[in-house]
């Protein structure tokens, strides 16, 4: 008697890059995330020639117009316009490229910073470990949002000092990674060898220790994006972080509560913007740790 | 077990120490001379101003003047706030017990529907149902916590009605204070109303502060439960013919639960950043909305102290859990 032919499934075959990429390509949920990404990157880019306004454009005539499926909507602005006739999509278009610009600069700024700072007390060990491990206690102890509202507090509010914050706020994680990876690294007879070969101790640590460590970075990096546009937002939303009339989407937030009755748009649209952004964020974050990390796989 | 506490102590306080320092440096970084921020906005007299300096060590050198901050905080004296003139350690414990209640609240809230969640997801795996739980979990930690509560008022409390705006509890209800826990001083103070009362105004703000943790626990609980079913001891349960829920509950659950408590653990710091908003947004009488009032109001006494005190308490409770880890698990005790 012969049953069903069954599929073998065929050994994965290929570089670690192909290899890489047939895992991630089997989770559903990251590869939706990557192309919700693109297509915020790409709106971005485009917000100039996307946006049906200029984002700070006031339509004085037009003042809290209902979204266009809604009775005295039009199709002019289709998601309609806040309390001082400004048009909400455009806004909306043109909070991507800044979310995504906060997100890239302190992911960019924690990333480099931590992972010095840990690779340095992974590799020295001793007092220069302590003294930054320390350091790096120190900050955790502090809830993260309470931190970085004290820094804006003391350095003025603004985008850019949010940025800062944020990034420093962050530090621990990439500094705690990247020195747990080093530790865990230094033992094995690849290390040895390089060492063997005299290799200074910063050509050691930058070409031979880092690519090794990459993987718990390059999803910390990721998940990295949506704390960094979530803070942000936040900073954004109390006050502290853009001003306006910039057309952040925490800021955009930031007084409307006063809406809630009479305009629900004003209310709801921006934050589905921070809302799916870091979401998709998230969803490459954990497609990417599945897919780098052998021990997760089935 | 007391080597591990002291070992552990001996990290604590250098991270305090260092606490201190940067409270300390917060007030001298601020923009603005701590002396006209005392004297407000009626200004003050070139004189009378050097006299302050001197009243507040302020023409000490710095080491020294840290060596009196530190001083003053072993003995308790946070300074005094410039708005209210209390001491800013009454102002913090007059409003942490409001704080504590919400996290309470948010806690359990997070515990009673985000573990059966993650139990029942991996139950199921790869089901619809695990699907949903994993999507709507993951979406909850993306979750804008200001902007979920802007929609959360916009439905319960404008559209439906459901529960109020804000506050901590309707005014026309009075009683005194006995225990600072609004639920339980109503409870005890008898008025069947005020508690109802309480209760309708905490719902809100829990579920905007339960809902990360909520998430974690469910994505926690999910992942512990699918190993601890994959471990030879469930196996061999399984083999014995233990009954399907005895299994779940006290074969897999159990062993599942010491992640799941790690992560409750690491809720604390996202807790009081998430109550710095929740409790902006819902004018919450508690220490995040006394934090940002007082960042705005210029009041750096208070925020100093606040800061400060916020820290102490994450520390003390990270203590705390490490200290539970090694009497309840004897391997982390006598690590390295």
Request: aromatic share 8%; proline share 6%; hydrophobic share 55%.
């Amino acid at each position: 008697m012969r049953g069903k032919p069954v599929a073998i499934p065929l050994p994965r075959l290929g570089g670690p890059l192909a290899r890489f990429w047939t895992d991630f390509r089997d989770n559903r949920g990251a590869v939706a995330g990557l192309m919700v990404i693109v297509v915020i990157v790409f709106t971005a880019i485009f917000a100039d020639g996307l946006a049906p306004h200029p984002p700070n454009q006031q339509f004085r005539d037009a003042l809290l117009v209902p979204p266009f499926w809604q009775a005295g909507g039009s199709l002019k602005f289709p998601l309609g316009t806040d309390d001082i006739g400004r048009d909400m999509l455009s806004r909306i278009i043109f909070g991507a490229r800044l979310s995504l610009l906060v997100g890239a600069t302190v992911v960019t700024l924690s990333l480099l910073v931590g992972v010095t700072l840990g690779l340095v007390a992974g590799y020295f060990r001793g007092v220069v470990d302590v003294a930054i491990m320390r350091l790096m206690d120190i900050l955790l102890a502090l809830p993260s949002l309470l931190l970085a509202i004290v820094i804006v507090a003391i350095l003025e509010p603004g985008l850019l000092n949010a940025v800062l914050a944020v990034a420093i706020v962050v530090l621990p994680q990439y500094a705690r990674l990247a020195r747990a990876a080093v530790i865990s690294e230094l033992p094995k007879d690849y290390v040895s060898a390089a060492k063997v070969n005299g290799a200074s101790p910063l050509r050691f640590m930058v070409i031979t220790l880092l690519p090794n460590c990459a993987p718990p970075l390059i999803v910390q990096a990721s998940l990295g994006f949506s704390t960094a546009i979530l803070d942000a937002a936040a900073l954004g939303f109390l006050g502290l972080g853009a001003q306006p009339p910039t057309p952040e989407w925490g800021t955009m937030l930031a007084n409307a509560l006063q809406f809630i009755v009479r305009a629900w748009w004003v209310v709801t649209f921006p934050g589905i913007a921070i809302l799916i952004t870091v979401l998709a964020f998230n969803l490459l974050g954990d497609g990417l740790r599945d897919a780098l990390d052998p021990k997760l796989k089935r | 077990m007391l080597s591990f506490f002291l070992k552990r102590l001996a990290v604590v306080v250098p991270t305090f120490l260092g606490v201190t320092l940067i409270t300390f440096s917060l007030i001298r970084l601020a923009p603005g001379d701590p002396v006209e921020l005392l004297a407000g906005e009626r200004g003050i007299d070139p004189a009378r101003h050097a006299q302050m300096r001197a009243e507040l060590g302020l023409d000490q050198p710095l080491a020294v003047q840290y060596g009196r901050y530190v001083w003053q905080l072993v003995h308790g004296d946070l300074g005094h706030s410039i708005v209210s003139k209390e001491t800013v350690l009454s102002e913090f414990l007059t409003l942490f017990p409001e704080t504590i209640e919400l996290a309470v609240c948010a806690v359990t809230f997070a515990v009673v529907f985000g573990l059966p969640a993650g139990v029942i997801a991996a139950t199921r795996r790869g089901t619809a149902v695990d699907h949903t739980i994993i999507g709507v979990s993951l979406t909850g930690y993306s979750m804008p916590l200001f902007w979920w509560a802007l929609l959360l008022i916009m439905l319960c409390s404008v559209t439906l009605g459901l529960t109020p705006v804000s506050g901590r509890i309707s005014v026309i209800y009075y009683f005194e204070p006995v225990t600072g826990f609004m639920l339980i001083d109503s409870w005890i103070s008898g008025q069947v109303g005020a508690f109802a009362s309480a209760v309708r105004h905490l719902a809100l703000p829990t579920v905007v502060l339960g809902t990360i943790p909520l998430a974690a626990v469910a994505r926690m609980t999910r992942s512990a439960m699918l190993e601890a079913l994959g471990q030879d001891y469930v196996r061999a349960a399984r083999a014995r013919g233990v009954p399907k829920f005895q299994l779940m509950t006290v074969h897999a659950l159990r062993n599942a639960l010491i992640p799941v408590v790690t992560v409750i653990g690491l809720q604390i710091g996202v807790l009081l950043s998430g109550a710095i908003l929740t409790e902006t947004i819902f004018s919450w009488p508690g220490i995040g909305k006394w934090l940002i009032d007082s960042i705005a109001r210029r009041d750096y006494p208070a925020v100093q102290g606040g800061v400060l005190l916020v820290a102490a308490v994450v520390i003390t409770v990270n203590l705390l859990i490490d200290l539970l880890y090694g009497w309840v698990n004897p391997r982390i005790r006598h690590a390295r």
